[in-house]
């Protein structure tokens, strides 16, 4: 069965994140004006890495079941860690935990449970920093994902299929990433085939916000259909994790794609 | 009459021997005195410090330090040791983060008591998770605990935890009683053995037949049995214990 190989220090796996960093992205997120969508998105991708490595710690360290690539797109194209870690583009997990660029303290505000606000100080690790900078060559930082994860899979033929989890919230401006996008899903393991999420990111408050949907019925745009076309239809496992401990109701064929999504940062 | 117990244990495949996070009592094979006290717990994989947790729990269970009817605050004070060996510990963000969320065990424990002046006795169980007991006497298995069917097993059971737990967790802890006979056999193990004992039983096959062999003849070993099965996908990759209990 496709999707089953076991993630395993012996048998790792990918995750590439492919990041717009174009000058958009400078634009607010829509109902939150003092926030730019650049700083949402850098607080998600630094949220995202924080809960990999920690999914993989254990007492002695950090068990290096995958490897992270973070590409960033906008001015220049390319890897996109901060600090220590800065021009890397294939990093071991365990190397992502113990180098973060620094460690920043937030305030995180919860519901008391007596009707207060409570403020708890936590620590905050940031391998990532916000741009917002230049035009959109999606199709060039597909090329270079595709290229790393051709790399990763001969050396990892039977791994659980590479994800790539491609976040934007504009158009291409480099050509149509389309071929691109089905030139990175037709990549393979002996498990299955590479796996690609797009996160459309709108500035446009009054779109209905779509999550994982089947069809490209109700979708707004031309573009909003070619994202959806090219992404990986989710798998069996993902849809029942995401009906069972998440509350959704994802039928067969629903696919990794979101749009207006900036709800979701 | 006294409890001949015979442990064996394998780490998950691809990992060390330090990294086996199951634990069970007592701590080698030996002969126990009745009444006598057996524990099997499984640290959860995705937690820091689950198989000292883990650890904790049997130990406690054999001392007496647990007992069935004040359980969860017999649970609720090795949490606090728990917490007390860690807490000095040097821990990088990502473990300081992990210890946050407290970590995880199944677990499960039985009470063996003679009948004095006869070969047989009474035994008593409570577990949380899929840890099992196997009863089996003859040709027939007698209680399969807490599991009954091997579609109950999830990837997410119950577990005790160092963080307490709700009165909802608290009611799916399950008991179990009974009663032995000279010659009965019981068989403690951890999830993934568990699985293909009761998977076995459901196709008809009597897999005590073979636990009998390892377990008394040691033949095959333990060790290469295991690896045998996962080899051929018949058992799922994860730390295997295996605690049986004859009676003399």
Same mark, same amino acid.
């Given at each position: 069965m496709a999707y089953s190989a076991e993630i395993s220090r012996n048998n790792p796996t990918l995750f590439v994140f492919l990041i717009d960093q174009s000058g958009s992205m400078a634009d607010a997120v829509p109902e939150q004006q003092n926030r730019r969508k650049a700083d949402a998105l850098a607080d998600a991708i630094n949220h995202l890495l924080q809960n990999l490595v920690i999914r993989c710690a254990k007492e002695e360290g950090v068990r290096d079941y995958f490897s992270v690539c973070v590409i960033g797109y906008g001015n220049k194209v390319g890897p996109a860690f *901060?600090? *220590?870690?800065? &021009? %890397?583009e294939l990093v071991p997990i365990s190397d992502v935990g113990n180098m973060p660029a620094r460690i920043e303290e937030r305030v995180k505000k919860s519901d008391d449970g007596a009707g207060g606000i409570l403020e708890q100080k936590i620590r905050m690790p940031i391998w990532f920093d916000p741009i917002a900078d230049g035009g959109t060559p999606m199709c060039n930082a597909l090329a270079q994902a595709q290229a790393i994860v051709q790399r990763w899979l001969e050396q990892h033929? =039977?791994?659980f299929p590479p994800a790539i989890i491609h976040i934007t919230d504009g158009e291409s401006t480099d050509g149509d990433p389309g071929q691109m996008m089905k030139a990175a899903t037709s990549l393979r393991s002996s498990d299955g085939n590479v796996l690609l999420f797009n996160i459309h990111l709108s500035s446009d408050a009054s779109s209905t916000p779509i999550a994982f949907p089947d069809s490209a019925a109700n979708l707004p745009n031309q573009y909003a259909k070619t994202l959806f076309d090219c992404a990986s239809p989710l798998t069996y496992n993902m849809r029942m994790m995401a009906n069972s401990q998440h509350g959704m109701n994802l #039928? =067969? &064929? #629903? %696919?990794g794609m979101c749009s207006t999504a900036t709800w979701c940062l | 009459m006294k409890a001949c117990v015979n442990a064996f244990r394998l780490q998950k495949a691809g990992n060390a021997d330090s990294e086996y996070e199951d634990s069970f009592w007592p701590q080698t094979s030996c002969e126990q005195t009745l009444p006598a006290r057996i524990a099997v717990a499984d640290g959860a994989t995705d937690a820091v410090y689950s198989g000292l947790w883990a650890n904790i729990l049997v130990r406690a269970w054999g001392r007496r330090r647990i007992k069935t009817a004040s359980f969860p605050e017999g649970v609720g004070k090795q949490a606090k040791i728990w917490q007390r060996i860690i807490r000095h510990r040097r821990k990088p963000w990502y473990v300081e983060e992990k210890v946050r969320l407290g970590t995880y065990a199944a677990f499960i424990g039985v009470d063996l008591d003679h009948t004095p002046g006869s070969s047989s006795g009474s035994w008593s169980a409570i577990a949380c998770g899929d840890c099992c007991l196997f009863h089996v006497r003859d040709t027939e298995l007698i209680t399969p605990f807490p599991v009954s069917r091997s579609s109950e097993f999830s990837n997410s059971p119950l577990l005790l935890s160092t963080s307490g737990m709700n009165r909802d967790d608290l009611n799916r802890v399950q008991t179990a009683t009974g009663s032995w006979e000279e010659g009965d056999c019981f068989y403690l193990m951890s999830d993934a053995l568990a699985y293909w004992f009761m998977a076995k039983c459901e196709l008809g096959a009597v897999p005590w037949q073979l636990l009998s062999d390892i377990t008394l003849a040691r033949q095959p070993s333990f060790q290469v049995w295991v690896q045998d099965l996962r080899e051929r996908h018949e058992l799922k990759n994860d730390d295997c214990t295996l605690v049986s209990v004859t009676f003399e």
């Open positions: *901060s600090g *220590s870690l800065a &021009g %890397r033929p =039977d791994c #039928a =067969d &064929g #629903a %696919r | -």
